[in-house]
């Protein structure tokens, strides 16, 4: 197999060709520099390609894996990373143009961790400015477009991460998951995503956006592949005070054991809430196949699930008005002389430097937690918040996991939602209630919509920290159903 | 409820934002539309629910490490991104009026 057909197969077969001796990181991080340079331009995907780098780290892969000493599945496997992790010397953005320029004196604990995994990092993804977005329009740079159908978003706010997975131009990304975040474009691009329990991915060094919400979360082509990943990123962080202690599973050990015995919880909300009919049909498809496979399904209630994506549009932007305050011109990024002093200064500054959905949610966050304010908006969203993750805790009484749609549609068109923020926000319905309940999410393909051909992503949320179960549910559907086709908005390489 | 011109002002003063009158116009629309939209909480009776202050349960937190000194960033890194500076300060525009 030549490297360039190489980048068709997953990680952890690449891995093992890797291992075997049969193709050097070297060739190939060549041929996704390669087809980065060729397709790239016409995607978004990327930022900033970092191709000396991804270059030296595969030569350092390739001497190690030639003494006898590859340090496991991610060793010499090209990466990449949404623009959200801070990286050592490179520039990191956030997709905004406040951060232009600013170039990390430190690497975010997921950053090291790969590193020391020995991952080839090839660059830097688009997003969402600040990761606001369901579409990655938001982006103050270009926008990103979905490998189905270049006319279509590829989701948000870690468009380019699922892209770029999707377009075979990495073998995996990691991404960030606020609302919604990695999983929506997940299903959007018809690849794997998943948003672990909040605690348990470690957040130095990730640029903030709403903290009670924000989970790092990986990106790939399989599920075996976004497990890999997350253990190898998984696990607890002296310097984030929010990562769990709780050790970590291993999460191929039990990968293949299949979904027989498992209860399914189907929310009787769900399916009934907007979802598009195609979109119901290939998830219904899909809960049927889990009952082929020997799994039970459990009517459950989650009857606050219409409140969500009120309390998350209250407490996102509140807490993302108060991460947001540390661009002010000062220590780094843009400045914008004022020439009345320091407090005209901060305005200017923050005039230029932020887009229009940055701009929306600090000032509907800054309303919700003025005087006066913050008892009827962020307080009581908070209580609501209590409320959904009790429908949770009393549904994993009867059931093991959640099963549901991702999103209520497929991929929409860029444009399509732009100019209606309150729209945008709907999109989330089925994502934010995983956020505001702490609770592990896992997207991945659940065939292609009926008439638009895109893909439909299937949703299965569970017990905090049962990510292992995501996991292996996940699995048994993917070796279920047939795989999908390669994006085909896109030149392909074999699958 | 929509909010007035002048309220949609005083928050962006809040907020450190400087917005163009246009932006003050689209935004007072829009972010009136939002808080229509969140009235839809006020269906629910919370007079008897705890708020979620923290989104990891008690215990899970990581534990707090000896409070010692550590190597950190050098003064010259940590200023290496400032838009402007002094010997080992920030440098600002003048503060006081």
């Not at chain 1, 001497?63 to 992790?85: H, M, S, T, W």
């Not at chain 1, 953005?93 to 990092?121: C, H, M, N, Q, W």
Request: hydrophobic share 45%; charged share 25%.
């Amino acid at each position: 197999m030549s490297a360039a057909d190489l980048l068709g197969a997953s990680l952890l077969e690449l891995s093992r060709v890797l291992a075997a001796g049969e193709a050097s990181s070297r060739e190939v991080t060549e041929a996704a520099l390669a087809r980065i340079e060729r397709l790239d331009p016409k995607l978004g995907a990327f930022l900033e390609v970092t191709a000396e780098e991804a270059r030296r780290e595969a030569d350092a892969a390739d001497a190690r894996a030639r003494r006898g000493e590859r340090r496991g599945p991610l060793d010499g496997v090209p990466l990449a990373l949404k623009d959200i992790f801070l990286t050592r010397g490179v520039e990191t953005t956030a997709g905004s143009r406040i951060l232009e320029g600013f170039v990390p004196p430190y690497d975010a604990t997921v950053v090291e961790r790969l590193k020391a995994a020995g991952a080839v990092l090839l660059g830097k993804l688009n997003m969402d400015e600040f990761a606001m977005g369901s579409s990655n329009e938001n982006s103050a740079f270009f926008p990103c477009h979905n490998p189905w159908d270049l006319a279509r978003t590829p989701g948000g706010s870690s468009g380019g991460s699922a892209a770029a997975v999707a377009a075979r131009l990495a073998f995996g990304t990691l991404g960030t998951d606020t609302g919604g975040s990695v999983r929506e474009p997940a299903a959007f691009c018809g690849v794997v995503g998943l948003k672990p329990t909040y605690g348990r991915v470690s957040r130095y060094g990730v640029i903030a956006f709403a903290s009670s919400l924000d989970q790092v979360g990986p990106l790939a082509r399989t599920v075996a592949d976004a497990a890999a990943l997350l253990g190898a990123v998984a696990g607890r962080d002296e310097r984030d005070m929010t990562s769990s202690a709780r050790p970590v599973d291993d999460y191929l050990a039990r990968i293949e054991d299949g979904a027989r015995g498992l209860r399914i919880g189907v929310p009787r909300e769900w399916l009934e809430a907007g979802v598009e009919a195609g979109v119901a049909e290939r998830v219904r498809e899909a809960l049927a196949a889990y009952e082929r496979l020997g799994a039970s399904l459990v009517e459950i209630s989650l009857p606050h699930t219409k409140y969500g994506i009120a309390a998350y549009y209250l407490i996102a932007p509140a807490e993302a008005s108060s991460n947001l305050a540390r661009y002010d011109g000062v220590r780094y990024g843009l400045r914008v002389k004022g020439d009345q002093g320091l407090r005209e200064m901060y305005g200017e500054t923050r005039r230029a430097g932020f887009g229009q959905e940055p701009k929306r949610r600090i000032m509907l966050g800054t309303y919700a937690l003025s005087a006066g304010y913050y008892d009827a908006y962020y307080l009581r969203a908070q209580k609501v918040r209590t409320l959904l993750r009790q429908d949770f805790d009393r549904a994993f009484e009867r059931c093991d996991l959640v099963a549901g749609p991702v999103a209520p549609t497929v991929a929409f068109r860029l444009g399509e939602k732009v100019d209606d923020p309150l729209q945008m926000y709907l999109a989330d319905v089925f994502t934010v209630t995983c956020n505001l309940a702490a609770l592990p999410g896992l997207a991945l393909p659940c065939g292609l919509h009926p008439r638009e051909g895109l893909p439909v992503g299937l949703q299965l949320i569970g017990r905090p920290f049962d990510e292992a179960t995501l996991f292996r549910a996940g699995r048994a559907l993917e070796r279920e159903l047939p795989a999908l086709p390669p994006p085909k908005g896109l030149e392909r390489v074999a699958p | 409820m929509p909010l007035s011109k002048d309220e949609v002002h005083r928050i962006a003063e809040l907020a450190r934002l400087k917005l163009s009158e246009e932006e003050e116009r689209v935004f007072g629309g829009q972010l009136s539309a939002i808080l229509d939209y969140v009235e839809l909480l006020k269906e629910l009776d919370v007079s008897a629910v705890l708020p979620m202050t923290h989104a990891l349960a008690a215990g899970e937190a990581a534990p707090l490490r000896e409070d010692a000194v550590r190597p950190s960033l050098s003064a010259d890194e940590a200023l290496a991104n400032a838009p402007a500076r002094e010997g080992t300060c920030f440098k600002v525009p003048r503060i006081i009026e």
